[in-house]
Structures are given as structure tokens and as C-alpha cells.
């Protein structure tokens, strides 16, 4: 009686074993991965330049220089069209800037000072502690990728997190790396070494928790390399993207009374 259990048992182990030496085990193919240089145009290409985002947003710069927290109002439109506001503690603005990729200019309300100047670095410095070029922080501030022309590029995938990653070079020399989300075509990371044009400082910008309705990333760390080691932290606190007739919005007018200075 033993003997015919046992052998009953053997029997059907055997046939379990044969049916799973039967089954197929599906394997997940590896998605493909697009070329660089189309993932960058797609990311860039998810915020035309016919839309323009307008935004309230809290602001922290930490630096050797100090750190402040201010309210701001943004508005932004690719390539290098910004505007920015920032609230004073008792509530109107108290200072405009605008640029539209070529004249700079700003007030400052409580001084009833207007000046105008072509946009450049150094202009918006005076006014804004962050030494970045507008067409660069308005690619930062929507998570775009600041980068105009690529004279050759490589692409290695990064396995550490599931992102890919791109690595690009201009003429010959290391430019940035970006890390994107594959399964939306995010950007979650970009170091950039600083050395794409003259004044560039090398940076390390991350985003996170992204805008289903806009698009933009709702919080960015930028980390700069500059002599005061500045730090920028920005949250979003709103996110609108409209279609206007015109760019006028990036245009101050000069208030009666006020003669404008002439920035260099």
C-alpha cells in the first residue's frame, strides 16, 4: 500500500515538473531608445513658443550674500521672453523686470527708478542675484533644456534609476547631462559644466512633482557654481499657460514723471 502511494506521489511530481518545463516565461523587451537629439526636441517642443506660462511662485536664494524668501509673479515664453515680479511684504510689487529676448528693463516702484537696457547677463544681475542668461533661465524655469546648438552628442542609458541620460559635447568638450523620465519625456536632472558660452556658470538643476494640466515642473532645485555658491529652491504655487495676440506683456511701460536710466 506504501509502495503504491509513493509511487502515485512520484508520478505526479514528474508530471508537475514536465508541465513547468512546458511553460514559456515571457520576456519583457527592452524599450527602445530614440536618438538624442529627438528626445531633447520633444521636451523643448512640449512649450511652444506661441504659449506663455504665468505663474506665482515662492523663491528662496541662499548664498554667501544671504539667503531671502520672496513671493513672485512669473510670466515666461520661449525662447527668452520673462517677466517677474516680485511681491513686497505688504502687498503690491516692488520691483518689475521684463525682458523680451532683446530689451531689458526694469522699475522699482518704491524708488520710481526705470531703467532700460539690452538684455544681458549683467543687467539682469543687477536686479535678480541669480548669474544665469534669460534664454537660460527661462529653458530652467520650465524644465526645458537650455541648448541651442549640438555640434555632436552621445547618448548612454542611465540603469541606476530606470532614467535614461544624455551626455552632450560641443566641440569636443563636455557641455551637460540630462535625466529624463523615460515614460513621459521629463526632465529630472540637468548638470551643465558651463562651457558653452563665454560667462556660463557650471550648474546641478533637479525637478519634481510635475503639473498634469501645464506640464512644468511644480519644484526645481538649481545649485550654482558661482563665488557666493548660490542655491536657488522655487515652488510653484499656480500654473497657467495662455495664448496671447502679442508679446506686449513683456514691455513696461514708463510711468508719467520718470526719466529712464540707460543700463550699458
Not at 552628442?153 to 534609476?161: G, W
Not at 544624455?166 to 536632472?189: A, C, F, H, Q, Y
Not at 499656480?238 to 540707460?262: A, Q
Request: hydrophobic share 40%; net charge negative.
Amino acid at each position: 500500500m506504501r509502495k503504491t502511494i509513493r509511487a502515485a506521489v512520484l508520478v505526479i511530481m514528474l508530471a508537475l515538473l514536465a508541465g513547468c518545463s512546458l511553460r514559456t516565461v515571457p520576456v519583457k523587451e527592452a524599450r527602445a531608445v530614440p536618438p538624442a537629439r529627438d528626445i531633447i526636441d520633444i521636451i523643448n517642443a512640449q512649450h511652444d513658443r506661441g504659449s506663455i506660462l504665468k505663474a506665482m511662485a515662492v523663491i528662496t536664494i541662499d548664498s554667501s550674500r544671504g539667503r531671502y524668501t520672496r513671493t513672485i509673479a512669473l510670466a515666461l515664453r520661449q525662447p527668452s521672453f520673462l517677466r517677474m515680479e516680485t511681491i513686497g511684504f505688504f502687498g503690491p510689487p516692488d520691483l518689475y523686470f521684463t525682458s523680451d529676448g532683446t530689451v531689458f528693463q526694469a522699475f522699482l516702484p518704491g524708488e520710481s527708478r526705470f531703467f532700460s537696457g539690452f538684455t544681458t547677463r549683467e543687467n539682469l544681475l543687477r536686479f535678480f542675484d541669480i548669474p544665469l542668461s534669460v534664454r537660460d533661465m527661462v529653458s530652467l524655469l520650465s524644465g526645458t533644456i537650455p541648448l541651442e546648438t549640438v555640434t555632436e552628442h552621445r547618448f548612454s542609458q542611465e540603469a541606476e534609476n530606470g532614467s535614461w541620460r544624455i551626455d552632450i559635447t560641443g566641440n569636443g568638450k563636455p557641455v551637460m547631462s540630462i535625466w529624463i523620465e523615460p515614460e513621459r519625456l521629463r526632465t529630472m536632472r540637468i548638470d551643465s559644466s558651463g562651457s558653452e558660452e563665454p560667462g556660463d556658470v557650471p550648474y546641478r538643476v533637479s525637478y519634481e512633482n510635475y503639473d498634469e494640466a501645464t506640464g512644468y515642473p511644480k519644484r526645481m532645485v538649481l545649485s550654482l557654481e558661482d563665488e557666493a555658491g548660490t542655491t536657488v529652491f522655487l515652488r510653484y504655487e499656480t500654473l497657467k499657460k495662455v495664448t496671447p495676440e502679442d508679446t506686449s506683456f513683456f514691455e513696461l511701460t514708463l510711468p508719467p514723471g520718470i526719466t529712464p536710466e540707460f543700463l550699458n
